[in-house]
Structure formats: C-alpha cells, structure tokens
C-alpha cells in the first residue's frame, strides 16, 4: 500500500499527539491530586503555647518568632512563623506577620506595619492604610489557659479581600 | 530572509527579518546549551527541601565545571527569554505573524513556555530569593480568580511550602515542560527547521559554534548568583523579581484590592490579543505603535520600580551573608550573656549559674580557642552554655567564633600565631 508523505507525516504527528496527550493523564492526576496529604501541625486547631502571662510585657505590638514542630509528609520538622503580639492590660492580640497582599513578611514602621514588597502599609490596628493590600492583616485568637497564653496558629491566603484559612 | 519578499510592501525595515532570524539561531542554541548544563546539573542537585541548599553550594564552592554549568543555565535561561520576546515582537512587526500564523502562535506558547521554565526553575536553589521570589509568585497565583487557590496548592502540593514543594517545581522544570516543549517544536516547527536548514549549512553551524563559544566565555567569567539559605520567617528580606519581570512587579504596586488584574487580566489580554493579531488587518505603523506602547509601558515600568529600589541595599551573596548572619547571630543569641561588647558582662547574667567567658581578655586566646569555641558553640557546655549544633550549620558556627575573634580579641593576644 503506498502513502504519499503527506499522509505520512500526518498520521506521524496524530500518532505523537496521541501519546503525548496520553502521558498527560497519569502526570496531571498526580499533580493535582497526588501525595496532597496533610503537614498536620498546619490544621486549623493548633494552639502554641506563648509562655507565662506574667511574663509578657504591656505596651505596642512585638515581633514573635515562633518555632512550630510539624510531621511534614515523611519527615519531622521546625518551621518559623511570624507574629506580632500585643498586650493591653489583659487584653492580648495577635496578628499575623504575613501580608495580605502576596505573601511577605511585613515589618513595624512607625505607624504601624509595612510590607516591603509592594509598599503596603498598615495603621497600629493593622489596616491597610496605603499600598495594593486588600485587607487588614490577619487576626489570630488567643486565649489564657492555666496561666499561660495560648495563640491559636492559623494561616490565611493572601490576595482575598476577606480572610480564608488555608485548610490543610 | 526567508519566505518573506512576497509582503515586502508592508512597509517594515528589512532588518526586522534579519533580527527574527537572529533571535530564533540565538534561541536554538540557547535551547541546547540549556539542556545540556540542565542535565549536569541535575546529576549534582538534590530537589529535597533539606538539601537542596547544600547541593548548590557545594556546586558554588567546588568551582570547575559544575559551577560553570550552573552559571551557563542562569545566564542562559535570561538569554532565551530575551530571545523568545525579540522573536514574538519581530513577528508582530514584520509580516510573518500573518505568513506563518500557527508558527507565530506557537512561538507565543513558547515564550510562555520560557516562562514556565523560569518559574519552576528560579525556586531550585532554595536560596533567600528562590523561596521569597517564589512565595510571592504563589502568592500571586492565589489570586487568579476561581482556579487560583487550587493551582497554588497543587504547584505547592499543598497549602504550605513544604517536604512536598520543591519535588514538584524539579518535575515540572525538568520533565513535564521539557517534554511539551519538545512535542510542540516537533508538531509545529518542522517547516521552520527545514526552512532553517536550506539557508546555508556550513555558515549556520559556524554561527551556532561562535554563540556557543561566547556563552561559555560568559558563564566562566559571571558566577551565577547564591544568596544566603532559605529562612522562611526572616522579616528584613525584601524579595524583588528577576529583571524581566520588574514592570509585572511594579504594575502590581498600583493595583489596589484587584489583584485578579495583574495575575490574570493583564496576561489574558496580552496574550489573547497576540493570538487573534494573525487575523487582524493591520498596517505596520499600526503595530509599530502598539509594540512602542507596550514597550514603553514595560521598560518603564520596569525602570520605576528600579528608581523606586534605588536606597535598597544589594543582597548579600552566601559568602558575605554568612558574615552578616553572624553578626546578627551573636546579637541575638550571644549577647544577652556574653555583651555587645563580648566582655561577658550581657543583661541576663543574674540568671546563670557560671558567669559567661570574656571574649575580651587575653587569656582566653590561645592556638586552640577557635576549635575550641566551635564545639563548645555547637555541643553547649554545662552548666549555662546552650548547644546550637541542631540550629545553625557548621559553616554558621564557625562564622560566629570568626566574628567573636575578629571583633572581640585583644591585639596583644597574638600569642602563638
């Protein structure tokens, strides 16, 4: 049976599509769906100890470095998370230091906080006062147990006008 | 050169043709000498978070053929950008974009494709701006409307940078896009390269040869860039783009609240509208001035956000990161007990049981204290001394005992040296 070349490069190129395409399925299942199991540790109902109320000092936010233990995947980890603290009397609050616009770590400037990503920045309440970010930062509870204060980590995505956890 | 006189009396420059041609030899061996290094380097780097760092460094600190190879891929992955960007504008100018449509658009899904590379690429090295670059981009991601969420955490392989992350940028930079690379460059270019072939073997392969050789001479003599390892929860790192996507970066600055604008609009109306150019009738000044537009636009862009950085200090590469670290790490970790000023005398001193060593007094230097401060920095010693061996790396403790001598050492104590 003869076929011209044009039939032949034709059914060459259907042909490599095919198996090109094909190699998409197994690839593309697992990008979206495999080995996505939980860094538990990260789930939503994590209480960090903060240490002895006592301990902590009235007056305007400070910058908390907290090392976080989490079982990611196979292996046993530490990671770092920022968040600023504050106390009023007895009152506590917790922000978190992630900005809300794509992510970075903001910084304390004089009236408030600002990122250095993309120049946003936030009064002492943590609202946005200038810059590209669409929300406040994000609030963290916190709660005294025993004495000591206990802050419920939670992150949240970056780029939403309302505050969504990123459930793990 | 080629296929093209037909529509000379459209009015563009006749070096367009000849710089299109440029862009796509460039490109072609951009491509190879890509392959080549991307495979070396593969064979000396590790995708795992834990040791990702360390498989560059070393690369970086062992010189030769890896860290040229690794210079060669940095360069180089800049170089084919710029080439795939000049190919698209020559096709928009000149009138291939009309001549040859699919090549055209397929050259489109290059260029995206080059970006792809860059994406997944730029996190490998685990260094401060691979992971802020990279956050920031997820970031970024996140705010493409509907899908956005989900794509970040499947590129992620969840919903924090974790275990899971960097196997996933290393599969997509080295298999998934190579391989759709490949196919569409098989399925849409054959015409090309046969197009390519008959201009002339011997010259064409002299021209490769020659911007092979000038890419090497570059990557032995511009080490590729390292920053400081990863540090996640650092607050004074200010990330800033790759060059290329400064103008994105400082356009993002202005978008207040719609952030769907920058990661999904803009890119949707660049690239739909040079899919539907083919279709267009439009004349050259036209397109001229559509090109001098968004050229302006990004260029300017792009040199604001420079001017705008212009106070910002230069990032510190490994090595001098490695001294700043340990400065900061003595004022952090150090200093509470052992002083600013090293004499031993910080404010915790009341709560230890043994008062803390006088960096400053000459007896405490002699042939073997560095070793000495190394394990002791690394192991802790009873009754107050912590151990700081499972935080910091050898290379970070020894920076700080580097920083204790060159800072707090007496003159006089050079006994023995």
Same mark, same amino acid.
């Given at each position: 049976?003869?076929?011209?070349?044009?039939?032949?490069?034709?059914?060459?190129?259907?042909?490599?599509?095919?198996?090109?395409?094909?190699?998409?399925? /197994?690839?593309?299942?697992?990008?979206?769906?495999?080995?996505?199991?939980?860094?538990?540790?990260? +789930?939503?109902?994590?209480?960090?100890?903060?240490?002895?109320?006592?301990?902590?000092?009235?007056?305007?936010?400070?910058?908390?470095?907290?090392?976080?233990?989490?079982?990611?995947?196979?292996?046993?980890?530490?990671?770092?998370?920022?968040?600023?603290?504050?106390?009023?009397?007895?009152?506590?609050?917790?922000?978190?230091?992630?900005?809300?616009?794509?992510?970075?770590?903001?910084?304390?400037?004089?009236?408030?906080?600002?990122?250095?990503?993309?120049? +946003?920045?936030?009064?002492?309440?943590?609202?946005?006062?200038?810059? /590209?970010?669409?929300?406040?930062?994000?609030? %963290?509870?916190?709660?005294?147990?025993?004495?000591?204060? %206990?802050?419920?980590?939670?992150?949240?995505? /970056?780029?939403?006008?309302?505050?969504?956890?990123?459930?793990? | 050169?080629?296929?093209?006189?037909?529509?000379?009396?459209?009015?563009?420059?006749?070096?367009?043709?000849?710089?299109?041609?440029?862009?796509?030899?460039?490109?072609?061996?951009?491509?190879?000498?890509?392959?080549?290094?991307?495979?070396?380097?593969?064979?000396?780097?590790? &995708?795992?978070?834990? @040791? !990702?760092?360390?498989?560059?460094?070393?690369?970086?600190?062992?010189?030769?053929?890896?860290?040229?190879?690794?210079?060669?891929?940095?360069?180089?992955?800049?170089?084919?950008?710029?080439?795939?960007?000049?190919?698209?504008?020559?096709?928009?100018?000149?009138?291939?974009?009309?001549?040859?449509?699919?090549?055209?658009?397929?050259?489109?899904?290059?260029?995206?494709?080059?970006?792809?590379?860059?994406?997944?690429?730029?996190?490998?090295?685990?260094?401060?701006?691979?992971?802020?670059?990279?956050?920031?981009?997820?970031?970024?991601?996140?705010?493409?409307?509907?899908?956005?969420?989900?794509?970040?955490?499947?590129?992620?392989?969840?919903?924090?940078?974790?275990?899971?992350?960097?196997?996933?940028?290393?599969?997509?930079?080295?298999?998934?896009?190579?391989?759709?690379?490949?196919?569409? $460059?098989?399925?849409?270019?054959?015409?090309?390269?046969?197009?390519?072939?008959?201009?002339?073997?011997?010259?064409?392969?002299?021209?490769?040869?020659?911007?092979?050789?000038?890419?090497?001479?570059?990557?032995?003599?511009?080490?590729?860039?390292? @920053?400081?390892?990863?540090?996640?929860?650092?607050?004074?790192?200010? &990330?800033?783009? @790759?060059?290329?996507?400064?103008?994105?970066?400082?356009?993002?600055?202005?978008?207040?609240?719609?952030?769907?604008?920058?990661?999904?609009?803009?890119?949707?109306?660049?690239?739909?509208?040079?899919?539907?150019? &083919?279709?267009?009738?439009?004349?050259?000044?036209?397109?001229?001035?559509?090109?001098?537009?968004?050229?302006?636009?990004?260029?300017?862009?792009?040199?604001?956000?420079?001017?705008?950085?212009?106070?910002?200090?230069?990032?510190?590469?490994?090595?001098?990161?490695?001294?700043?670290?340990?400065?900061?790490?003595?004022?952090?970790?150090?200093?509470?007990?052992?002083?600013?000023?090293?004499?031993?005398?910080?404010?915790?001193?009341?709560?230890?049981?043994?008062?803390?060593?006088?960096?400053?007094?000459?007896?405490?230097?002699?042939?073997?204290?560095?070793?000495?401060?190394?394990? $002791?920095?690394?192991?802790?010693?009873?009754?107050?001394?912590?151990?700081?061996?499972?935080?910091?790396?050898?290379?970070?403790?020894? !920076?700080?005992?580097?920083? $204790? @001598? !060159?800072?707090?050492?007496?003159?006089?104590?050079?006994?023995?040296?």
């Amino acid at each position: 049976m003869l076929i011209d070349r044009r039939t032949l490069l034709k059914s060459w190129q259907a042909l490599a599509a095919t198996v090109a395409g094909l190699s998409a399925i /197994p690839a593309g299942l697992f990008f979206a769906f495999g080995a996505k199991a939980k860094a538990t540790g990260s +789930s939503s109902d994590e209480w960090i100890d903060l240490g002895i109320v006592q301990d902590i000092a009235e007056g305007p936010w400070k910058a908390l470095r907290l090392r976080r233990d989490i079982q990611d995947r196979w292996k046993k980890t530490v990671v770092e998370e920022s968040v600023y603290l504050r106390r009023q009397g007895d009152r506590f609050e917790a922000v978190s230091g992630i900005c809300t616009h794509t992510g970075c770590l903001v910084q304390r400037a004089p009236s408030g906080f600002a990122c250095p990503c993309h120049k +946003s920045d936030f009064d002492e309440e943590g609202k946005p006062t200038s810059g /590209p970010a669409p929300r406040p930062l994000d609030r %963290m509870e916190t709660k005294v147990e025993g004495g000591r204060l %206990m802050l419920r980590f939670v992150k949240f995505r /970056p780029g939403l006008s309302s505050s969504e956890p990123m459930a793990s | 050169m080629d296929a093209t006189p037909k529509s000379a009396p459209a009015g563009f420059p006749a070096w367009l043709e000849t710089l299109r041609g440029a862009a796509a030899l460039c490109a072609f061996v951009f491509a190879g000498l890509l392959v080549g290094s991307g495979i070396g380097l593969a064979m000396g780097y590790v &995708p795992s978070q834990a @040791e !990702a760092f360390a498989s560059v460094l070393y690369l970086r600190q062992q010189g030769g053929i890896g860290a040229i190879l690794r210079a060669l891929h940095y360069h180089l992955s800049s170089g084919i950008v710029v080439a795939a960007f000049v190919m698209v504008v020559a096709g928009v100018l000149t009138e291939y974009h009309r001549d040859r449509k699919w090549e055209f658009r397929l050259g489109v899904v290059v260029l995206l494709l080059m970006i792809g590379f860059c994406f997944t690429g730029y996190v490998l090295p685990m260094d401060q701006t691979a992971y802020w670059g990279t956050s920031v981009r997820l970031g970024i991601v996140e705010t493409v409307p509907v899908v956005g969420g989900m794509q970040a955490d499947m590129l992620r392989g969840g919903p924090v940078f974790g275990a899971a992350t960097l196997p996933r940028f290393y599969a997509l930079h080295v298999a998934a896009l190579p391989l759709v690379l490949v196919i569409v $460059i098989l399925l849409g270019y054959r015409p090309a390269l046969e197009r390519a072939a008959n201009l002339g073997g011997e010259r064409m392969i002299a021209a490769c040869g020659l911007i092979a050789i000038a890419s090497f001479v570059i990557a032995a003599n511009f080490k590729a860039p390292l @920053e400081p390892q990863a540090a996640p929860a650092d607050t004074e790192y200010v &990330p800033r783009p @790759e060059w290329y996507f400064l103008w994105l970066f400082q356009f993002g600055k202005y978008v207040h609240g719609f952030q769907w604008v920058e990661s999904a609009l803009l890119p949707a109306v660049g690239v739909g509208t040079l899919m539907l150019l &083919p279709e267009l009738r439009t004349a050259f000044k036209q397109r001229a001035l559509a090109v001098s537009f968004a050229l302006v636009f990004m260029f300017g862009l792009g040199a604001l956000a420079l001017y705008e950085d212009r106070e910002l200090p230069a990032k510190p590469q490994y090595e001098e990161g490695l001294v700043l670290k340990a400065a900061r790490d003595y004022r952090v970790e150090c200093a509470s007990c052992h002083g600013l000023q090293g004499r031993g005398d910080g404010p915790d001193i009341a709560k230890l049981d043994a008062k803390p060593k006088d960096f400053t007094s000459p007896r405490f230097w002699d042939e073997d204290t560095m070793t000495m401060m190394v394990e $002791i920095i690394t192991e802790g010693e009873l009754p107050d001394m912590p151990a700081f061996g499972k935080r910091l790396t050898p290379e970070e403790i020894l !920076a700080i005992a580097n920083h $204790i @001598e !060159a800072n707090f050492r007496p003159k006089s104590a050079t006994t023995a040296r």
